[in-house]
Each structure stands twice: as C-alpha cells, then as structure tokens.
C-alpha cells in the first residue's frame, strides 16, 4: 500500500552532453519529446518515453547558473533524482513526516513547462536522496 499517495512518474537524468543521452535512449526504443527551455528551473529538458519502460527525463544545462551546476561538477552525467506526482502535495508531505522520514524542502512548487504548468517542487529525503514531486491539479 502507499502510505504517501505518490504515483511514480520519471526518473530525472541530468547531463551534460544531452545528444549522446538522446542518441542512447533512442537506441533503446524511447520516443522523445522536443527539447524546451525551462526558464523557471534554467535548464533544458526533454521527456523520454518507452511502453514498458520508466520514463526519464533528460535535464542539461541552459548556460546560465542553474540547479546542475553542483551536480555536473564531477561527472557528466547522473540519475540524480526520481518523480513522482501527488493529488495532494500537503497530505504527501505530512505522511511522509509522519512515518518518521526527515524530508526538506530543496525547491518549493513552481510551473514546469515540461509538465504542462504543473507545479513541481524538490525534497530531498534523508536515507533515500532527491525526490520531484509533480501535482496533480487537473
């Protein structure tokens, strides 16, 4: 049962070179979307899919200082955080805090145009690493 009510949605991969991402995934059989600007987060992104596979999302850097600047430091590439999305963002909040996980708040909710102007925010949960959270308002 999930005590959270978060439904996976991707998995995040941030890169640095996002044409040999691109060119890898669709050697696997992803279909991509085009890449966009997010001018919120600074970042390009592009949404990969593929029946039967998770969806990942490939996030690259815009050129200007953005949330990518640490984690590219070291490595070119990185699955760096996992995306779920909630009916209802408090109520996952407050039953993730509740069953003793300690989760701060790394960005809170802004529009992502990758998701059609849902709300995104990032978490990151002590023992697990970085989550997305994507709202469901429709």
């Known amino acids: 049962m999930n005590a959270y009510g978060l439904d996976f949605h991707h998995l995040g991969l941030a890169v640095a070179h996002p044409d040999e991402a691109v060119r890898f995934l669709t050697g696997l059989g992803y279909t991509l979307s085009p890449p966009i600007y997010d001018p919120l987060q600074k970042v390009n992104l592009t949404l990969a899919h593929c029946p039967g596979q998770p969806a990942i999302e490939v996030i690259s850097p815009?050129?200007?200082?953005?949330?990518?600047?640490?984690?590219?430091?070291?490595?070119?590439?990185?699955?760096?955080?996992?995306?779920?999305?909630?009916?209802?963002?408090?109520?996952?909040?407050?039953?993730?805090?509740?069953?003793?996980?300690?989760?701060?708040?790394?960005?809170?909710?802004?529009?992502?145009?990758?998701?059609?102007?849902?709300?995104?925010?990032f978490y990151y949960v002590s023992g697990f690493g970085l989550i997305e959270i994507i709202e469901d308002v429709a």
Do not use: M, W
């Open 62 to 121: 815009s050129g200007e200082p953005g949330p990518l600047d640490g984690i590219l430091k070291q490595r070119t590439e990185l699955l760096y955080h996992v995306g779920y999305q909630t009916r209802d963002l408090a109520t996952s909040l407050e039953a993730i805090k509740k069953d003793g996980n300690r989760i701060l708040c790394v960005s809170p909710p802004k529009e992502a145009v990758l998701f059609a102007a849902r709300p995104v925010s």
